[in-house]
């Protein structure tokens, strides 16, 4: 295996799934993770992450030096090289020439660490900082116009660092690069395979579980129920599942989670129909954060009370992923931004005195949907656009009421139902309705109407923390707008969202 220590930001993630590309199993770690506790798991490379610091500042997360001397190979990247320089000989400055964005690298040797690649390659940088030089002991391997040690290499130890972000896919030859880092340098063999995660996850659970019962929220999408299908297969009778009805599902969703769970986990199931309580918090509100805030108090209370009616419950298992810690700022790990509360992350344990198993919490998306063919379940459930926690609430921007939803769940229907007939519910990521708080006039047949809109968003993204928009058909939108304003009552316009991610989000609250 491959570690990657995390300073921060998403760049561990990425460096991850980069490895684990190249089928070689990556764990990622605490960045203050005692070597000794590094020497224990025996990993064939390190690799340290970028982050958003800067090594000279106070309080800057730092690594182990000891690691530094385990004979382990290590890669740093962007500040995790910067951390190798300061451990083993160099100097990191603030320069005035700060990189960001699409740079031309010059490589210097082509052995090793660029095995394959010549000349010029286009890189990604993304810095404040940079080394300004190093001592002996490093010998520079690449160049750009502004950054004189892009990459090094140690003359005598197998420590490399890298100033751009291989991992991201604006670094085209980053894969080469990271694989001959972990299969040359590091000598993995690159033949796991994710069947071998379940495995291991699936032996995991069995033996932290023991005798015990497990606790597992569904919600229809494809985390809880890979996580579901994951912990049935571990410990089968023992997980009951709980089900909650906010009254912010989308068309039919119950009826469809009670057939699929039939289907496929025939354990304990507790279906809660929880719309009374759910509408009667949301009443009058209409601030996004509030809304989230209330939604995830309202779930926290049903879920207690009915978890609480399962007398011999221990732990909770949750489909959190990794995108939602960062997301939430929940990772303990590093510094993060809240940017939306998810509802998902966090509470629930604390209040319910469980102990917490989150078995994908590693994972990004694509993966847990792998994961999901491997543990059996059907393509129409691993491929199921997800849907946030919040539910339509998100979606019914301002106050939520019944009749709101009502429409907006209509609506929604029918783009998802078009997206399919036209063949691109697997091409796009998330196809949905957005009720917006908006009149507008229109006119049907000889009477004036002034009534709501719709958005339509439909996006595409490998990861959900960038999306670009769907570049959808005409006709397409077109008979969606139609259907939408023939069908539904209480709308009489619709428009198509054609922003991408970032600047916005892909839900609009
Ligand atoms: P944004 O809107 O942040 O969404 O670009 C990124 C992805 O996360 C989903 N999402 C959520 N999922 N609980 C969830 O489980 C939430 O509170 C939540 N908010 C957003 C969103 O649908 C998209 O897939």
């Not at 289907?263 to 759910?278: I, M, N, P, S, Y």
Request: aromatic share 8%; charged share 25%; hydrophobic share 40%.
């Amino acid at each position: 295996r491959i570690v990657v220590l995390d300073f921060g930001s998403q760049t561990a993630q990425l460096i991850a799934r980069r490895v684990r590309e190249q089928n070689v199993y990556c764990q990622i770690l605490r960045h203050d993770i005692a070597a000794d506790r590094i020497a224990e798991l025996n990993p064939k490379g390190i690799i340290l992450s970028g982050g958003p610091s800067s090594v000279y500042v106070d309080g800057a997360p730092k690594c182990d030096p000891k690691l530094f001397e385990l004979g382990i190979p290590v890669l740093g990247i962007c500040y995790g090289m910067q951390l190798v320089c300061a451990a083993l000989g160099g100097k990191v400055d603030n320069t005035p020439s700060r990189e960001y964005g699409r740079a031309n690298c010059t490589i210097r040797n082509n052995e090793s660490l660029f095995r394959d690649l010549n000349g010029d390659i286009e890189v990604w940088m993304s810095h404040g900082d940079q080394i300004s030089s190093v001592s002996e002991v490093f010998e520079p391997l690449a160049q750009t116009s502004t950054c004189p040690y892009a990459a090094i290499a140690h003359r005598t130890l197998p420590i490399f660092g890298m100033q751009f972000h291989p991992e991201v896919t604006h670094t085209p030859q980053g894969g080469q690069i990271l694989k001959n880092f972990v299969i040359d340098i590091c000598g993995c063999e690159g033949t796991w395979q994710l069947g071998d995660f379940a495995q291991a996850a699936i032996d995991h659970v069995r033996q932290l579980v023991g005798d015990r019962r497990v606790i597992c929220g569904l919600s229809g999408g494809v985390d809880s129920s890979v996580v579901a299908a994951l912990l049935y297969k571990a410990i089968g009778p023992q997980l009951s599942c709980i089900l909650i009805d906010n009254g912010l599902l989308r068309k039919d969703e119950q009826a469809m989670v009670i057939r699929e769970f039939g289907d496929h986990f025939k354990t304990d199931l507790h279906v809660v129909d929880a719309e009374e309580q759910f509408m009667a918090t949301l009443e009058g509100i209409s601030e996004p954060q509030e809304k989230r805030r209330r939604i995830g108090y309202a779930f926290i209370d049903c879920f207690k009370a009915e978890a609480t009616k399962i007398k011999d419950a221990h732990f909770l298992a949750q489909g959190t992923l990794y995108p939602d810690v960062i997301e939430s700022g929940a990772d303990p790990d590093g510094p993060a931004a809240t940017i939306k509360l998810h509802h998902n992350v966090g509470g629930l344990p604390d209040e319910l005195g469980f102990e917490l198993i989150e078995p994908l919490r590693d994972l990004f998306k694509d993966e847990v949907r792998q994961l999901g063919l491997e543990l059996g379940l059907p393509e129409s459930l691993v491929w199921r656009h997800p849907f946030p926690g919040p539910g339509l609430a998100v979606r019914c921007l301002g106050e939520v009421t019944r009749e709101k939803l009502q429409v907006l769940r209509e609506a929604d229907s029918i783009v998802v139902e078009e997206i399919i007939n036209a063949g691109l519910y697997r091409e796009t990521s998330q196809s949905f309705a957005v009720l917006l708080p908006v009149q507008s006039v229109g006119v049907m047949g000889d009477a004036r109407t002034y009534d709501n809109a719709i958005a339509i968003r439909s996006v595409k993204t490998d990861d959900f923390m960038t999306a670009d928009w769907s570049r959808l058909p005409y006709d397409l939108l077109a008979r969606m707008s139609t259907r939408i304003i023939n069908e539904v009552a209480g709308i009489n316009r619709v428009c198509y969202d054609i922003s991408s991610k970032p600047p916005a989000t892909i839900e609009w609250e």
